[in-house]
C-alpha cells in the first residue's frame, strides 16, 4: 500500500519539476564581457581617431618667421550705411538709399574687386549690434554671388565669396554710435 502513494507522490514532484524553468546565464554573461570589451576598444579607437589633428608644428630649433597679417576684404554694417574695406586698405562708404541699404552697390564693388583678385574666396562682415537679422542676409547674398548679367573671366561660376566670417563692429568713427 505504501507503494503507490509513494509513487504518485514521485510522480507529482516530478511533474512540478517538469513545469520550472531553470535558466544558466553563464554563457550569457560570458558572451557579454566579451562584447564589453570589444566595444571599450573599438571607442578608445575611435576617440584616438576623432581627437587627432593634422598639425605643422615648427620644430624647436626653428627661428620663428616675422610674416605680415593678411589683409582682410571686409564690409562694416551700419544702421546709415555699409563700409567696404578692400585689402589694399581702401575704404569705400556705401550710404543708405531711401530703401534701406544699398547691396546693389556693394554687390557691383565686390564683383570689382573679385574682377581684380579672382583666387580669393574669403570676406568678413562686421556687425553694429542694432543691425536686423535680414540685413545680414542680404549683405552674405550680396557677398557670396555675382549679380546677374555678370561674369568674372572665363568662369561660368557664379561663386563671389563663399567663405564668410561674421563678426562685431568697431566703433564708427567720428563719435556716431
Same mark, same amino acid.
Given at each position: 500500500? /505504501? @507503494?503507490?502513494?509513494?509513487?504518485? +507522490? ?7 519539476? &517538469?513545469?520550472?524553468?531553470?535558466? *544558466?546565464? $553563464?554563457?550569457? #554573461? ?11 576598444? @573599438? ?5 584616438? +581617431? ?15 618667421? !616675422? +610674416? ?14 555699409? %563700409? ?7 575704404? /569705400?562708404?556705401?550710404? *543708405?538709399?531711401? %530703401? ?6 556693394? &554687390? *557691383?564693388?565686390?564683383? &570689382?574687386?573679385? !574682377?581684380?583678385?579672382?583666387?580669393? %574666396?574669403? #570676406?568678413?562682415?562686421?556687425? %553694429?549690434?542694432? $543691425? &536686423? ?18 561674369? #568674372?573671366?572665363? =568662369? ?7 567663405? #564668410? =566670417? ?12
Amino acid at each position: 500500500m /505504501k @507503494s503507490p502513494r509513494h509513487i504518485r +507522490r514521485m510522480q507529482r514532484h516530478n511533474r512540478m519539476r &517538469a513545469r520550472a524553468v531553470h535558466l *544558466n546565464i $553563464v554563457s550569457m #554573461i560570458d558572451v557579454f564581457a566579451v562584447l564589453v570589451f570589444f566595444l571599450l576598444l @573599438s571607442a578608445s579607437l575611435a576617440a584616438d +581617431r576623432l581627437n587627432a589633428l593634422g598639425l605643422d608644428l615648427p620644430s624647436p630649433d626653428q627661428a620663428p618667421q !616675422q +610674416r605680415q597679417p593678411q589683409k582682410v576684404l571686409t564690409v562694416v554694417i551700419r544702421r546709415d550705411r555699409l %563700409e567696404l574695406a578692400d585689402r589694399n586698405g581702401a575704404v /569705400k562708404l556705401i550710404p *543708405n538709399t531711401a %530703401e534701406g541699404h544699398d547691396f546693389r552697390t556693394l &554687390a *557691383n564693388d565686390l564683383a &570689382a574687386i573679385k !574682377q581684380a583678385q579672382p583666387a580669393s %574666396e574669403d #570676406i568678413t562682415l562686421l556687425l %553694429e549690434a542694432d $543691425v &536686423a537679422y535680414d540685413v545680414l542676409v542680404q549683405t552674405m547674398d550680396a557677398a557670396r554671388t555675382l549679380p546677374y548679367g555678370m561674369q #568674372i573671366g572665363e =568662369s561660368h561660376s557664379r561663386d563671389m565669396f563663399p567663405l #564668410i =566670417s561674421i563678426g562685431d563692429a568697431p566703433a564708427a568713427a567720428g563719435g556716431t554710435p
